[in-house]
């Protein structure tokens, strides 16, 4: 019963969507909705799905319109309700969505995942995550999941480091050499492109190798909607209409075929996670 009571006073404090916040109101029977996790603006979300979703309008010849949620609870919210037919982010939250809400994994990144937890080079204090207890580590918000793999590594919550949040690989990565944060977490392949040759920063921690970035289809699709934006995201025609994100998103060898056996167990990672369990 207090569990119960302490998160009915949690959400109480988070925004709740307004009816003009609700990018969902206006769906129609006739409309596939797609979406992403609110890393970036709505402006920088529009660049960059709705290519995609324009392409995709045009291979089953019926209106898919990118929606941008606003924030982590919107998106939750929504996800859970079934609202949304298309969604493309990491591999934790689409292991979910295959357990949970009868989603099926669609296309992937071909490249395999992995996440660095970095600090300034030269600094001898800080050599494991165990050094980092009770320090300031730059990441993307949790539920992303770079932030939550770090944060397991800690069983105990009050020994957790302190987190400071930013949507931006690069605001992390300077935020380290300014001593801002003591530490960063990001993607490999965004560190190994922001340090060029200078190396600037240490790796203290790496993530194993995990299934990248992936889109999956929602129940309210036909199996033969869901086979046709497959075949669509892996053709080499797709690449204009995925071009930007593949940029923001450092996805460099295009997607591939993926299935939802390839993301089993990545869901765990949500299980301390408001909302999802």
């Known amino acids: 019963m207090r569990k119960i009571f302490f998160i009915a006073a949690v959400l109480s404090l988070l925004p709740f969507p307004t009816m003009a916040e609700n990018n969902t109101a206006a769906m129609t029977l006739n409309e596939i909705v797609f979406t992403a996790p609110p890393k970036e603006s709505p402006e920088a979300g529009r660049e960059r799905y709705e290519p995609i979703a324009e392409y995709l309008s045009q291979v089953l010849g019926k209106k898919v319109v990118y929606k941008h949620p606003g924030n982590w609870l919107i998106f939750r919210t929504h996800m859970l309700k079934g609202n949304y037919d298309l969604i493309f982010d990491d591999g934790h939250l689409n292991s979910y969505r295959a357990a949970n809400l009868n989603h099926t994994i669609l296309a992937k990144a071909a490249t395999p995942n992995r996440f660095a937890v970095i600090v300034a080079n030269g600094s001898v204090r800080y050599q494991t995550l165990k050094d980092l207890v009770g320090r300031s580590i730059c990441t993307q918000a949790p539920p992303d999941l770079a932030s939550i ?129």
């Not at 600037?200 to 046709?228: C, M, N, W, Y």
């Open 149 to 277: 793999i770090v944060l397991n590594n800690f069983d105990n919550p009050s020994r957790q480091p302190r987190i400071v949040t930013s949507d931006d690989w690069g605001t992390i990565y300077e935020n380290v050499q300014s001593k801002k944060c003591t530490a960063g977490v990001l993607p490999l392949a965004a560190l190994d492109k922001l340090e060029n040759s200078d190396h600037k920063s240490k790796v203290i921690f790496l993530t194993d190798p995990l299934p990248h970035l992936a889109f999956s289809a929602g129940p309210r699709l036909s199996q033969s909607e869901k086979l046709k934006i497959a075949g669509a995201l892996v053709a080499s025609e797709s690449n204009s209409a995925t071009a930007k994100l593949r940029s923001a998103m450092l996805i460099d060898s295009g997607f591939v075929p993926a299935s939802n056996n390839e993301y089993v167990g990545l869901a765990k990672y949500l299980e301390n996670q408001l909302g999802y369990y």
